[in-house]
């Protein structure tokens, strides 16, 4: 178990910046997970706490020990892949014990930990079978059984859940989390599945460029996103992002279309703004200052209901109500949006107000 | 294709049988040839049913030899032959596997150069080079020895060109997670590649024998003292060396010795040898 420190850490190819300066923590025993769009830098900033990708500038310490020069070996490190990486010529067996007997690890030492391993994720049965007898599902756990049985001080997983199907998943995310929380290892965790992201780490970092947008908590960054960029990526469907100018007296926002939004404290006047509303935070119903909504298609989910349309001015929106709400095409509905619930930002930036 | 036409299956079979018996002739022959004493193979009509001379022609060719009193015993051809073909495949095996590792996993200045150099050498076979090559292996006193016979022949750019091919299917996951394993370049090697391209090895291995065994040129140009014929060589020899008529049941055993280890080879390698070339599931 151990920390992990990245200080100032920078990779380009070249001449292109791939990862821009990053700073961070990670505390002993904590899950953090990596989030961003494909290509964001999620997948080479593990890979280069792993010791697979080179730093261009900068320091990882892993525990007390920058480890910018060792070997992924000697950081003290297990990995997860996206496609397993298992050793298709190996047994089961064979694929979790290799690493140890490198290590010259004794073999009673090795057999104990591989069988308590398997017991633990319940692939006993399957250790002396090959990997391609095996399920997506069962190759996964042995990919995870071969991480744990070194017993690193780090987990680090790339997008281990990517291959499964979509029920699988969410049992093995369940499992992963569980399991995290037993063994308290030290995880950082890459994804860009944003359920998986609320759902598994202690902490989260949105990740867009090779910037981190925005690091903290599932619940704080679903509830205060520091950029437009976060607010837009987590959550599903995704926030509504209405371009607005703040009124001369800086308590109401006016939306392109000319559609007044009532602010909850006043603001710059006449700054261009960025507002934000969940679409699971819009309210229906007739107030001083609800506006007017027209259907354009609505999906029905079972547990709740999306609505596609459009406000006066022409305004794209996106609803969620709850339950099965059959609405037509062209309907009219009065919305209103919660003082307490909407976010602004800033209109060039993108940075929070 | 799944066809219920017995006009078709009866043309279809009968131009296979017709095909086998084609190839298969010469061989009867062979042995027919083999199993029959000197003076029935020079009388007119050939035998076509065997004889019963099979096992004294067999023990004469096999600890005598064939040409009179210094001929060499085919044995010892055959144990040249074998050594010979055996150095060739391996060598060429491992060489290339080795070659094809530092093309695709190392990062070293020039490397796509080396890799264009060992390729274009495919346009230079033996025959192409034979001078130089005799000069230098005559320079370095390989003459008549197995280095000799073998060396010149061991570098192979459809091996490497090949086994660069197969490392390239391998996911580089597989190289990330084996150094997360703590393997260092050559445990990789040895534990992860070298079984990922076992079938592969198998096949190469079939059509580098046979190519090793059916060598005549250089060997031929290579060796002087009799102790290391090869039994390629060894047959055209008998031809010429016999100042009476030729031997022909002897030289037909002889023959008929020559074509086994290579059918041996493939037929206890044809599985793994259809695998290795067909195969690309990784």
Known sequence: MAKITLENVKKSYGKIDVIHGIDWEIRDGEFVVIVGPSGCGKSTLLRMIAGLESITSGDISIGDRVVNKLEPAERDIAMVFQNYALYPHMSVYKNMAYGLKIKKIPAYEIDRRVRDTAKLLEIEEYLDRQP????????????????????????????????LDAKLRVQMRLEIKRLQENLGITSVYVTHDQVEAMTLGDRLAVLNAGYVEQLGTPIEIYERPETVFVAGFIGSPSMNLL??????????????????????????????VTFGIRPEHIKIGKTETSLSFTVAISELLGADTLVYGSLTGGTQLVIRLEGIRKLSEGEQLDIDFPHDLHHLFDGTSGKRL | MIENRPFVTILAHTALVLGVLLVAFPIWITFVAATHE????????????????????????????????????????????????????????????????????????????????IFITLMLPVEVRIFPTFKVVADLGMLNSYWGMTIPLIASATATFMFRQVFLTIPDEMLEAARVDGAGPMRFFKDILIPLSRTNIAALFVIMFIYGWNQYLWPLLITTETGYFTVVMGIKQMLEAAEQAPDWHLIMMTALLAMLPPIVVVLSMQKMFVKGLTETEK
């Not at chain 1, 109401?252 to 000319?258: D, K, N, R, T, Y």
């Open chain 2, 38 to 117: 000197a003076a029935r193979m020079t009388q007119v009509p050939l035998p076509l049913w065997p004889g019963d001379q099979f096992f004294v022609n067999l023990k004469q060719v096999m600890l005598k030899g064939v040409g009179g009193e210094n001929a060499t015993p085919v044995w010892l051809m055959m144990a040249n032959s074998l050594l010979m073909a055996m150095m060739i495949a391996v060598g060429k095996i491992a060489i290339s596997l080795l070659s094809a590792f530092a093309i695709v996993y190392f990062r070293f200045p020039f490397r796509m150069g080396f890799f264009w150099m």
């Open chain 1, 243 to 272: 371009a607005a100018t703040i009124s001369t007296d800086g308590t109401i926002a006016e939306l392109a279309g000319g559609s007044k939004i009532a602010l909850s404290q006043v603001q710059l006047p006449g700054q261009k």
């Open chain 1, 132 to 163: 391609r007898a095996l399920s997506g599902g069962q190759r996964q756990r042995v990919a995870m059984g071969r991480a744990i049985v070194r017993q690193p001080s780090v987990f680090l997983f790339d997008e281990p859940l990517s291959n």
